[in-house]
């Protein structure tokens, strides 16, 4: 890249680690122009991660944070990244991204750690909507995709409202259950919606006297039977606030089983540990394989409003992702997580197999922005839902706000109605709806457009 001596050029950048939710270290980074601009970014950390996500660096020193402190990927970009893109310019991001992944040289970033890579991406993409006196979700529409096009989809919110597997201390294997409010009229009805939702659901617990603490996401982690009951409280809930549960209703369920955290390699059966652990089997828990997996979370669906399925099975299950969507993908949202770690290679193979028909997205599971947005436009062109998603250890960063509308995304997963790491996003969101006025507009249930159900208007449950 040719650089030459502008005000608009990158002076300094610096590296520096912070906490995230949890209360364990993760990666910040500002970058400041030779004007004096500056734009920062804050990288959230996963509990439950894939196999093959990109590597977030960690010291691995026991004396500090217990071996999760981040110094080594601050270091990284403080005396590595920095000196390289020294006076480049920030709005050139997919050079500099390149440009980083190239430095780094291994093919999950374990070098440097995406962590370090993601933090400066983000904060390169932040000073320059500065530069260009944008928002960042006009800047990545109007600068990155090249795309003149000025009305701008609100995100269907999918909110955590009971957690369980890595999430919580609790007995529930499932890792999310959560509020879709896919009759809403705006994003912000879809708010006020799921928050009535969630407080009613409270009460109910409160009544049965269940633990109203909450977990790593801010979803109650109560000690309940199943995941049936869980299900059945949801539906009383969404009832008791005043509202119809159903598909195409008011109110739908999302469910993020984190399936590889119950998968068995040497058995290849899925473990239901915790309910084991805490004695409260019933005949639909245990073990299963892949495809009593898929019969039973096929009886769920019978039953309850569910409308999305996350990680119903294994990342490695590819033959069995397949099978799920065939048995269920038509009417509902059958989403990879692990299986593809917003990495575009696994994506092809998922859209070659058909083992999917939607893919969950997140930033620092692949390590740069630029990477993040190529995979969801190949989604987008295959017709496959994208979910913009947040980390169990998230952090005030609001970029993946901006980042579901700029790329008109049309789902957002960013936790429960409480907890100020998880709320910033979505009261970002209700900022820019406000700005945007009459240039947004908001798809409810027709934001999940691959599923035959939601065409035809079928009713269920």
């Known amino acids: 890249m040719f650089v030459f001596s502008s005000k608009f050029n990158i002076d300094k950048i ?39 996500e990109a590597i977030e ?12 402190g981040v110094l080594n990927a ?4 403080n005396n590595i990244l920095a000196p390289y893109l020294y006076n480049c310019d920030p709005t ?54 090249k795309d003149k096009y000025d009305v701008y989809t609100m995100p269907l919110p999918m909110l955590n409202v009971v957690n369980g597997g890595a999430h919580a201390n609790n007995s529930l294997d499932f890792q999310e259950f959560m509020f879709v409010p896919v ?11 799921s928050s009535e939702c969630f407080y009613s659901l409270q009460k109910i617990l409160i009544e049965k006297k269940q633990s109203t603490g909450k977990g790593d996401e801010g979803g109650f982690a109560p000690n309940l039977k199943n995941h049936v009951d869980a299900l059945e409280l949801m539906t009383q809930a969404i009832k008791q606030a005043g509202y119809h549960p159903g598909v195409n209703k008011d109110v739908a369920i999302a469910l993020d089983c984190a399936a590889s955290e119950l998968y068995d390699q040497s058995t290849k059966k899925y473990i239901f540990s915790k309910a084991i652990a805490n004695k409260v089997m019933d005949n639909t828990l245990g ?21 999305s399925i996350e990680d119903g099975l294994a990342e490695s299950d590819w033959t069995g992702f397949a099978k799920l969507t065939a048995t269920l993908g038509k009417k509902v949202q059958i989403v990879g997580d692990d299986l593809y770690c917003t990495n575009i290679e696994l994506l092809k193979k998922g859209i070659e197999s058909k083992s999917t028909n939607a893919i969950l997205i997140k930033l620092n599971q692949i390590g740069t922005l630029t990477e993040t947005i ?9 017709n496959l839902g994208a979910i913009i998603s947040h980390r169990s250890g998230e952090t005030e960063d609001t970029s993946i706000a901006d980042l579901a ?10 936790g429960s109605v409480c907890r100020s790491e998880r709320t910033c996003k979505y009261n970002r969101l209700f900022e820019i709806e406000d700005s945007l006025y009459t240039k947004s507009k908001f798809d409810g249930i027709k934001s999940l457009t691959n599923i035959e159900q939601i065409a035809s208007g079928e009713q269920r449950c």
Do not use: W
Not at 21 to 45: D, H, W, Y
Not at 130 to 140: A, S
Not at 374 to 382: E, G, H, I, Q, R
């Open 374 to 382: 190529n995979t969801v436009l190949l989604a987008k062109k295959n």
């Open 405 to 414: 509308v700029a790329l008109d995304a049309k789902q957002i997963k960013t």
């Open 287 to 307: 073990q299963k394989d892949s495809s009593q997996m898929i019969a039973y979370l096929k009886t769920l669906v019978e039953k309850f409003p569910i409308i």
């Open 57 to 68: 660096l960690r010291d691995n020193d026991k004396n500090r944070f217990n071996g999760k």
């Open 92 to 145: 050139k991001q997919s050079y500099i991204d390149k440009k980083m992944i190239e430095i780094d040289g291994t093919p999950n970033k374990s070098k440097l750690g995406a962590n370090a890579i993601l933090a400066v991406s983000l904060a390169c993409a932040n000073v320059s909507a500065k530069i260009k006196g944008l928002e960042l979700y006009e800047y990545i529409r109007r600068f990155i995709l």
């Open 14 to 52: 610096h590296g520096y680690e912070i906490l995230d939710s949890r209360g364990f270290p993760t990666v910040a980074c500002e970058i400041t122009l030779k004007n004096g601009l500056k734009g920062k970014a804050m990288v959230p950390s996963g509990a439950s991660t894939g196999v093959s």
């Open 74 to 77: 601050v270091n990284n970009i």
């Open 183 to 193: 009759g809403a009229k705006n994003f912000r009805n879809a708010l006020r919606i």
